[in-house]
């Protein structure tokens, strides 16, 4: 058999033989164990898995209610070719990919392979074949035009992640169960279930610490239902950058710093002090909303802790200096001495060292190029989805022009939105792979419809190197594909066939391909696993792991109690296998951060956040009517001294208008879960397209307040600015005219 197939059955059980097999849920991060019963092709139910080791029976109601998209009316089940009219008509595979061949190649002919762009959404990073065949695509192209939606959120974690150690994908994680003192900033597990952490039963792990006599203090603008558990200290939005580096200050000021373990672990600690030299707590406190001597006290707090793990996601990585605030993050949980150590800042046990395997194929780094138009630096091989209207509007070598995209519906999640739609009808060729017709598709020449976690071969390619119990699982099909879809990895590697092209960029790939040798995602990542830490290197360790043992069991296999310590060394990729401290980068964002201006703008005197809500990931799953029950509708929360300020009451429509758009969303929540002077939306909603329950739920972009400008981002990374987002807002009159006025 060509190591390019990959052939796996399916669960199945006769009509009246039902089966139940134990999978893993593939909607977010979580990666939630899960039993799915399955008779013939239906799934009959899925349910939490009580014996997975890091989810111990715990699963959120997405995943649970996650048939219904397998089984929606809406989902697009053949490929669709767009008409000259904007309508679209179903062609065969065959069709489709002969024309996309084709039209890619002509393309290719007059502007060479950079001219193609590819596009990955969130869900990529749990669809393993997709990850691969995607950056190896790239790679083979050798364009320049890799986005992904990390670049909203996350590009600032993959940048100092290979500044401090080596590797972009090699980022530690908290050790909950362990800790002492917990402090988590701008993120709300209860509900997102972890992000960069997957730390199975979140809120039941940060309930231990309490529960153990110690504490966790939630650091946030809004009184989440993480922050409504714990201690609650309300910051002002994006101030958590500023906090960060305040609390270093303290800890060195106040001679509270584990200088033996600064020496022994890290390279360039000597600039800390200088660095933050010039920082004024009173400015710190003007910035962030919170007292001087409430700061002084956290950094003792934090320090003098026994255990101590300092954590933070989205809420923090989204504003305008969040590489610095990551990198600042992280350096305090390493100057108090908590960096691999029990209960501090830890590295995972991954069952396929990933990061091991991208760093020696030099498939990771951090500015070994710059993008075309604006001079961004490279991030993993990335470039940032702000400058996509740029450079397909932008004459010259390297002009985008035909783009693919994965997973992905970034006409409604990326920054400044509209001018990203607008931007991909100019494209000389826009093909989707999704299973709806969303705001994006709906925009594509061709949509590709692909199989969802329940119909493919899966293993958590990421959340494995962030488990807080490692365990190793992988799976085949719950239940064979409907219609005539096909996998992701399957599609882009036809594209590529096509072009002439293997989708990979390791050594020799492409003389592989020439040969007729396609290495399939699976067959790769075998080898990761047979090869790796865990694995049983081909038959000479008979206890290690390889996929087939992994598949042929039932369930997710424990690989240890916690997470492993003492290993920093063996972990980091750095020069003297240290943690490198000074950088360039570094010291400019500090410079630029204490010159920039923090004050209130009088003609927009609010700040507009962000929100994640319990049954919604990003734009997904506003189709589901198991999701959207009840009075399901797009809320804005508000202060009540801020909703009586502006003539606002609870439940009215409200106009929201920022200095690049304005919106209108159905209704107003005014509670004192937000601090005054802040907002809080959830992104995600405002549908368009052919999922008909997602459209009606109606709602407005958030994305369409927010700007795409090189000034609004984060320098280093490139990652946008969507929180902090200064605005005004009224009650609508007219909600009908303004909505269509907007």
Same mark, same amino acid.
């Given at each position: 058999?060509?190591?390019?197939?990959?052939?796996?059955?399916p669960?199945?059980g &006769?009509?009246? #033989?039902?089966?139940?097999?134990?999978?893993?849920?593939?909607?977010?991060?979580?990666?939630?164990?899960?039993?799915?019963?399955?008779?013939?092709? +239906?799934?009959?139910s899925? /349910?939490?898995?009580?014996?997975?080791p890091?989810?111990?029976?715990?699963?959120?109601?997405?995943?649970?209610?996650?048939?219904?998209?397998?089984d *929606?009316?809406?989902?697009?089940?053949?490929?669709?070719?767009?008409?000259?009219?904007?309508s679209?008509?179903?062609?065969?595979?065959d069709?489709?990919?002969?024309?996309?061949g084709?039209?890619?190649?002509?393309?290719?002919?007059?502007?060479?392979?950079?001219?193609?762009?590819?596009?990955?959404?969130?869900?990529?990073?749990?669809?393993?074949?997709?990850?691969?065949?995607?950056?190896?695509?790239?790679?083979?192209?050798?364009?320049?035009?890799?986005?992904?939606?990390?670049?909203?959120?996350i590009?600032?974690?993959?940048?100092?992640?290979?500044?401090?150690?080596?590797?972009?994908?090699?980022?530690?994680?908290?050790?909950?169960?362990?800790?002492?003192?917990?402090?988590?900033?701008?993120?709300?597990?209860?509900? &997102?279930?972890?992000?960069?952490?997957?730390?199975?039963?979140? /809120?039941?792990?940060?309930? =231990?610490?309490?529960?153990?006599g110690?504490?966790v203090?939630?650091?946030?603008?809004?009184r989440?239902?993480?922050?409504?558990?714990? +201690?609650?200290?309300?910051?002002?939005?994006?101030?958590?950058?500023?906090?960060l580096?305040?609390?270093?200050?303290?800890?060195?000021?106040? =001679?509270?710093? *584990?200088?033996?373990?600064? /020496?022994?672990?890290?390279?360039?600690?000597?600039v800390?002090?200088?660095?933050?030299?010039?920082?004024?707590?009173?400015?710190?406190?003007?910035?962030?909303?919170?007292?001087?001597?409430?700061?002084?006290?956290?950094?003792?707090d934090?320090?003098?802790a026994?255990?101590a793990?300092?954590?933070g996601?989205?809420g923090?990585?989204?504003?305008?200096?969040?590489?610095?605030?990551?990198?600042?993050?992280?350096?305090?949980?390493?100057?108090t001495?908590n960096?691999d150590?029990?209960?501090?800042?830890?590295?995972?046990?991954?069952?396929?060292?990933?990061?091991?395997?991208m760093? /020696?194929?030099? &498939?990771?780094?951090?500015?070994?190029?710059?993008?075309?138009?604006?001079?961004f630096?490279?991030?993993?091989?990335?470039?940032?989805?702000?400058?996509?209207?740029?450079?397909?509007?932008?004459?010259?070598?390297?002009?985008l022009r035909?783009?693919?995209?994965?997973?992905?519906?970034?006409?409604?999640?990326?920054?400044?939105?509209?001018?990203?739609?607008?931007?991909?009808?100019e494209?000389?060729?826009?093909?989707?792979?999704?299973?709806?017709?969303?705001?994006?598709?709906?925009?594509?020449?061709?949509?590709?419809?692909?199989?969802?976690?329940?119909?493919?071969?899966?293993?958590?390619?990421?959340?494995?190197?962030?488990?807080?119990?490692? $365990?190793?699982?992988?799976?085949?099909?719950?239940v064979?594909?409907?219609?005539?879809?096909?996998?992701?990895?399957?599609?882009?590697d036809?594209v590529?066939?096509?072009?002439?092209?293997?989708?990979?960029?390791?050594?020799? #790939?492409?003389?592989?391909?020439?040969?007729?040798?396609r290495?399939?995602?699976?067959f790769?990542m075998?080898?990761?696993?047979?090869?790796?830490?865990?694995?049983?290197?081909?038959?000479?360790?008979?206890?290690?792991?390889?996929?087939?043992?992994?598949?042929?069991?039932n369930?997710?296999?424990?690989?240890?109690d916690?997470l492993?310590?003492?290993?920093?060394?063996?972990r980091?990729?750095?020069?003297?296998?240290?943690?490198?401290?000074?950088?360039?980068?570094?010291?400019?964002?500090?410079?630029?951060?204490?010159?920039?201006?923090?004050e209130?703008?009088?003609?927009?005197?609010?700040s507009?956040?962000?929100?994640r809500?319990?049954?919604?990931?990003?734009?997904?799953? $506003?189709?589901?009517p198991?999701?959207?029950?009840?009075?399901?509708?797009?809320?804005?929360?508000?202060?009540?001294?801020?909703?009586?300020?502006?003539?606002?009451?609870?439940?009215?429509?409200?106009?929201?208008?920022?200095?690049? =758009?304005s919106?209108?969303?159905?209704?107003?929540?005014?509670?004192?879960?937000?601090?005054?002077?802040?907002?809080?939306?959830?992104?995600?909603?405002?549908?368009?397209?052919?999922?008909?329950n997602?459209?009606?739920?109606?709602g407005?972009?958030?994305?369409?307040?927010?700007?795409?400008?090189?000034?609004?981002?984060?320098?280093?990374?490139?990652?946008a600015?969507?929180?902090?987002?200064?605005?005004?807002?009224?009650?609508?009159?007219?909600?009908?005219?303004?909505?269509?006025?907007?």
């Amino acid at each position: 058999m060509p190591v390019s197939e990959t052939q796996v059955t399916p669960i199945a059980g &006769s009509a009246g #033989a039902p089966v139940t097999r134990k999978i893993f849920c593939g909607v977010c991060e979580g990666s939630c164990g899960l039993e799915a019963t399955v008779q013939g092709s +239906e799934v009959i139910s899925l /349910r939490p898995d009580p014996d997975h080791p890091n989810t111990r029976g715990f699963a959120c109601s997405k995943g649970l209610a996650f048939s219904a998209v397998r089984d *929606d009316p809406d989902r697009l089940l053949h490929p669709l070719k767009r008409q000259p009219d904007g309508s679209f008509t179903q062609v065969s595979w065959d069709e489709a990919l002969d024309d996309i061949g084709a039209r890619l190649r002509q393309i290719i002919a007059k502007h060479g392979t950079e001219a193609i762009g590819l596009y990955q959404g969130n869900s990529v990073a749990w669809n393993f074949g997709a990850f691969l065949n995607l950056f190896g695509m790239a790679g083979a192209l050798k364009t320049k035009h890799l986005y992904s939606a990390a670049s909203i959120d996350i590009n600032g974690y993959w940048m100092i992640s290979e500044l401090l150690y080596g590797s972009n994908f090699l980022n530690p994680l908290p050790d909950i169960h362990r800790t002492d003192f917990m402090l988590c900033l701008g993120a709300n597990p209860v509900v &997102s279930h972890g992000s960069m952490a997957n730390i199975g039963r979140f /809120r039941d792990a940060m309930m =231990g610490v309490v529960e153990r006599g110690g504490r966790v203090v939630v650091i946030d603008p809004r009184r989440s239902e993480t922050a409504s558990l714990f +201690e609650h200290i309300p910051i002002r939005p994006n101030g958590d950058v500023w906090l960060l580096a305040a609390l270093v200050k303290v800890i060195f000021d106040e =001679g509270l710093a *584990d200088m033996t373990a600064l /020496r022994e672990q890290t390279s360039g600690h000597e600039v800390l002090p200088e660095l933050l030299a010039s920082l004024d707590l009173e400015q710190v406190s003007a910035a962030s909303g919170i007292g001087v001597e409430t700061i002084r006290q956290l950094a003792r707090d934090f320090a003098m802790a026994k255990s101590a793990c300092a954590y933070g996601r989205c809420g923090m990585s989204i504003g305008p200096f969040a590489s610095l605030g990551k990198y600042f993050l992280d350096v305090l949980n390493i100057v108090t001495g908590n960096l691999d150590r029990p209960g501090g800042w830890c590295f995972g046990r991954p069952f396929i060292d990933l990061e091991t395997m991208m760093h /020696r194929m030099k &498939s990771t780094g951090y500015d070994r190029w710059r993008t075309r138009v604006d001079n961004f630096p490279e991030v993993a091989g990335t470039s940032p989805v702000v400058s996509i209207p740029r450079e397909i509007r932008t004459p010259g070598k390297g002009q985008l022009r035909a783009m693919m995209v994965v997973g992905a519906n970034p006409a409604n999640s990326s920054p400044a939105a509209g001018e990203l739609r607008e931007a991909f009808e100019e494209l000389d060729l826009l093909i989707s792979l999704d299973v709806y017709m969303t705001e994006t598709s709906r925009l594509a020449h061709y949509i590709l419809p692909p199989t969802v976690w329940l119909e493919r071969e899966g293993f958590p390619i990421f959340t494995q190197s962030h488990a807080g119990i490692p $365990h190793a699982q992988w799976v085949g099909p719950t239940v064979p594909p409907r219609g005539d879809v096909r996998e992701d990895a399957w599609i882009m590697d036809e594209v590529c066939k096509r072009i002439g092209i293997v989708p990979a960029d390791f050594p020799g #790939a492409q003389l592989l391909g020439k040969l007729g040798l396609r290495p399939s995602p699976s067959f790769l990542m075998d080898i990761g696993l047979r090869t790796g830490p865990e694995g049983d290197w081909f038959g000479l360790r008979p206890g290690g792991l390889s996929r087939k043992k992994l598949m042929a069991g039932n369930g997710a296999v424990k690989l240890a109690d916690n997470l492993p310590t003492g290993i920093l060394k063996k972990r980091l990729f750095t020069k003297g296998k240290k943690v490198q401290l000074n950088h360039a980068v570094i010291r400019n964002e500090m410079k630029r951060m204490l010159a920039h201006r923090t004050e209130t703008d009088s003609e927009f005197p609010l700040s507009l956040i962000s929100l994640r809500e319990l049954r919604t990931q990003n734009t997904w799953l $506003h189709n589901i009517p198991k999701l959207i029950v009840g009075d399901r509708v797009q809320r804005l929360r508000i202060h009540p001294d801020d909703a009586t300020r502006f003539g606002i009451e609870d439940g009215d429509p409200v106009e929201i208008t920022s200095k690049h =758009g304005s919106i209108v969303v159905p209704a107003a929540r005014v509670s004192d879960e937000m601090m005054p002077g802040c907002i809080a939306l959830p992104q995600g909603w405002g549908h368009a397209g052919g999922w008909q329950n997602a459209v009606a739920v109606g709602g407005s972009v958030y994305n369409s307040l927010t700007t795409n400008s090189v000034e609004s981002t984060d320098l280093p990374s490139g990652n946008a600015t969507v929180n902090g987002i200064a605005v005004r807002v009224r009650r609508a009159e007219n909600i009908s005219s303004i909505m269509e006025a907007a």
